[in-house]
């Protein structure tokens, strides 16, 4: 039997969706087309569509994972699973300095006063460590996410020169959805709780049914990015 229209246009975006970000991540993995190539990952409720992608063109990939040690202990086992059904191999972990965590944040307690400090320390300034020496970096962000994600082109810049790729920015959470079920990917144990955005423990909550996907993240404060994608407290959206 014919499948109905409706069906056949739901395969054709999804064909077409795919087939370009497989196209982006290639020219950016396989073929470097802005030097080297790494990508960063929470493996939160939605990174397994990408690092599922990012497996099919190498798997060799440098994927780096941005541990806090505030992480959940579910996003520490999903974080191993992901890389080893998908044989991901460089997976590696990026956490603060020991002893700058000892300066600034002894006692664990930065993100009660200070949230926006306590990102920088345990996210922006490792990162951008980790990035020396890579031209480009792949990111999972989504238009669909939040307001502040919503301009988000498919390659931008950083405030350091790199290339900053999204190759999942016109992706609808529908999308997402049926990669999961194409693929039978694994998902975040977290989800069916209730988590849609799954960050640092003492700053995540559960979602109510049909608000923002990160109304989780930071809730009750205007804060909506930990920093990676904002420099001097404007979301970075600069254009390649």
């Given at each position: 039997m014919q499948p109905d229209l409706g069906t056949r246009i739901r395969e054709i975006n999804a064909s077409s969706l795919e087939t370009a970000?497989?196209?982006?991540?290639?020219?950016?993995?396989?073929?470097?087309?802005?030097?080297?190539?790494?990508?960063?990952?929470?493996f939160g409720a939605e990174s397994a569509v990408l690092l599922h992608l990012a497996s099919q063109v190498d798997p060799t990939v440098p994927v780096l994972f941005i541990d806090t040690r505030m992480m959940f202990a579910e996003t520490?086992?999903?974080?191993?699973?992901?890389?080893?059904?998908?044989?991901l191999t460089d997976v590696r972990h990026i956490s603060a300095d020991s002893r700058e965590l000892r300066r600034n944040d002894v006692f664990g307690r930065l993100h009660?006063?200070?949230?926006?400090?306590?990102?920088?320390?345990?996210?922006?300034?490792?990162?951008?460590?980790?990035?020396?020496?890579?031209?480009?970096?792949?990111?999972?962000?989504?238009?669909?996410?939040?307001?502040?994600?919503?301009?988000?082109?498919?390659?931008?810049t950083d405030s350091s020169g790199r290339v900053k790729l999204n190759p999942l920015a016109f992706w609808e959470a529908e999308d997402i959805e049926a990669y999961f079920k194409r693929y039978g990917?694994?998902?975040?144990?977290m989800v069916a709780k209730g988590f849609t955005s799954i960050g640092c423990a003492p700053c995540t909550t559960r979602v109510a049914?049909?608000?923002d996907p990160r109304s989780g993240r930071w809730a009750g404060l205007e804060k909506t990015e930990c920093g990676i994608h904002i420099e001097n407290g404007v979301v970075s959206r600069t254009a390649a």
């Open positions: 970000a497989l196209a982006l991540l290639d020219e950016a993995i396989a073929e470097k087309a802005h030097g080297e190539a790494a990508m960063v990952s929470s520490l086992d999903y974080q191993a699973r992901l890389a080893g059904e998908f044989g009660l006063s200070n949230p926006d400090a306590c990102c920088n320390l345990r996210k922006t300034v490792p990162l951008e460590t980790a990035l020396e020496g890579f031209g480009c970096w792949i990111n999972g962000r989504k238009r669909h996410q939040s307001a502040s994600r919503a301009s988000i082109r498919l390659a931008e990917l694994p998902r975040h144990p049914g049909g608000a």
